[in-house]
């Protein structure tokens, strides 16, 4: 995704700035990305993806998404 332009991953540090786009956990994955709707749509994607291509389900009610410095009102402008 990131690759291909479809998801803008966060950048650490002032100089030579890190992207940071994903870390995993034995059986959890944080994705880490910039605030942007094009970013939450291709999240969705890639997750719908990773059902089909393995198979295993991906229990959207138990995911959640967090928000930092984001305000609420953009939340709603959808």
Same mark, same amino acid.
């Given at each position: 995704m990131v690759d291909?332009?479809?998801?803008?991953?966060?950048? @650490?540090? +002032?100089?030579?700035?890190?992207? @940071?786009?994903h870390l995993h956990f034995v059986d959890d994955a944080?994705?880490?990305?910039w605030k942007?709707? +094009?970013n939450v749509r291709a999240l969705k994607n890639v997750l719908l993806l990773f059902?089909?291509?393995?198979r295993?389900?991906?229990?959207?009610?138990?995911?959640?998404l967090f928000?930092?410095?984001v305000a609420g009102s953009?939340?709603?402008a959808s």
């Open positions: 291909n332009g479809l998801f803008s991953g966060y950048y @650490v540090g +002032a100089q030579d700035a890190l992207p @940071v786009t944080l994705l880490i990305g942007s709707w +094009a059902e089909k291509i393995s295993l389900k991906v229990i959207f009610y138990k995911s959640m928000c930092i410095n953009w939340f709603l």
